[in-house]
């Protein structure tokens, strides 16, 4: 069974500060890690992947994430937030790359304050 | 890359009418097409997967006689809410199956029951 848990439904920074949005994912096979984001009454936009090539994944945006497996933790991170990074933020994993499904995450809102 | 399009991307419709959401792969073959569902503020939730030329496979608690899903063809797959009532009111997603394809989101469909 797979599952990812996303800590905090809604997170507020700074424009400027450091973005941090957690995930900690379960599975009992090694596991295809993902985030995405989705803007209002849109798709969802790949972030990133994490497919055990390396533990440090750079995506789009000037958004990274680090695997930690002794944490069972994916956290996104950006160092200086935009005010176009407003949306919403999903943690999915999988037991493969997208042949398979991706069990989402409940999803973090984040704000940028002005 | 790959390109999903789902159509329509906004829809109303009264309640008892039955609605069709179409997912086109446009430049590949999709033997599988997952179809998602988010209410809102929640997560995306895998409804039931398609297999073309064979039978959908249904996630427990989804009505596959409510949700009828067809996959005629490798570039298309469909979604008909039958007699629709203002629960099925949601974001209706789809995302083809296959190497590497987690990224191809369809834009999504919003239902609105009325």
């Known amino acids: 069974a797979q599952s990812v848990t996303q800590l905090g439904s809604h997170v507020s920074v700074s424009e400027g500060a450091l973005v941090l949005l957690r995930c900690n994912y379960s599975?009992?096979?090694?596991?295809?890690l993902f985030w995405y984001v989705q803007y209002p009454n849109k798709g969802l936009q790949l972030l990133l992947k994490?497919?055990?090539?390396?533990?440090l994944v750079k995506g789009i945006n000037g958004f990274e994430a680090e695997f930690k497996k002794s944490e069972t933790s994916f956290h996104l991170t950006k160092p200086s937030a935009h005010m176009s990074d407003a949306a919403e933020y999903f943690c999915?994993?999988?037991?493969?790359?997208?042949?398979?499904?991706?069990?989402f995450g409940t999803g973090t809102r984040l704000t940028v304050i002005p | 890359g790959a390109v999903v399009s789902q159509h329509p991307s906004w829809v109303i419709c009264k309640s008892g009418t039955s609605v069709k959401i179409e997912c086109r792969s446009l430049d590949f073959q999709a033997t599988t097409m997952f179809w998602y569902r988010q209410f809102p503020k929640q997560s995306l939730m895998l409804m039931a997967t398609s297999n073309e030329g064979s039978k959908a496979t249904y996630e427990q608690g989804v009505e596959k006689d409510k949700f009828l899903i067809n996959h005629a063809s490798l570039t298309l797959s469909t979604l008909t809410v039958t007699s629709a009532h203002p629960e099925d009111s949601s974001f209706y997603i789809c995302?083809?199956?296959?190497?590497?394809?987690?990224?191809?989101f369809g834009q999504g469909t919003r239902l609105t029951v009325v």
């Open positions: 599975s009992s096979v090694p596991p295809y």
């Open positions: 994490y497919t055990s090539a390396a533990t």
């Open positions: 995302r083809p199956g296959g190497l590497n394809t987690e990224a191809f």
């Open positions: 999915a994993v999988s037991d493969q790359d997208g042949a398979n499904n991706l069990f």
